[in-house]
């Protein structure tokens, strides 16, 4: 089993940034994608960002490209997401995944692409 734990949310100004940050313990060896989805009040689980095992492939939301990045650390099992310009509307719980499946860009935009979930950190970002 895999334990994925975020850390990192909070309150910030509009235009301020954020590093969120997510722990894997466990069975880490084959957690070939992690990604970042968040879910606001009333609304659906949406997708935010994906990494490769190895860095070399990303994929983006067309909402936060450019103003987030993803990145991973395999030597401390962990993954980020540096929020950059942050807007009302990034409002959210920000979850972290892990899939087990080297998958293609599209695949890891899609929450049936992990296996493994976070139990989320609230960013909320005020006007």
């Known amino acids: 089993q895999v334990q994925l734990v975020e850390s990192g949310g909070g309150l910030v100004q509009a235009g301020g940034s954020l590093r969120l940050s997510c722990a894997a313990s466990g069975r880490t060896f084959n957690l070939y994608t992690m990604g970042w989805f968040r879910q606001a009040p009333g609304k659906e689980r949406e997708f935010v960002a994906a990494i490769s095992w190895s860095g070399g492939s990303t994929v983006y939301a067309d909402s936060v490209k450019g103003r987030f990045t993803i990145s991973r650390d395999n030597a401390k099992n962990t993954e980020y997401l540096e929020m950059n310009n942050l807007k009302p509307e990034d409002t959210a719980v920000y979850y972290c995944?892990?899939?087990?499946?080297?998958?293609?860009?599209?695949?890891?935009?899609?929450?049936?692409?992990?296996?493994?979930w976070g139990q989320g950190t609230q960013v909320t970002v005020s006007s």
């Open positions: 995944a892990a899939g087990t499946t080297d998958r293609a860009l599209l695949i890891m935009s899609l929450s049936v692409g992990y296996d493994y």
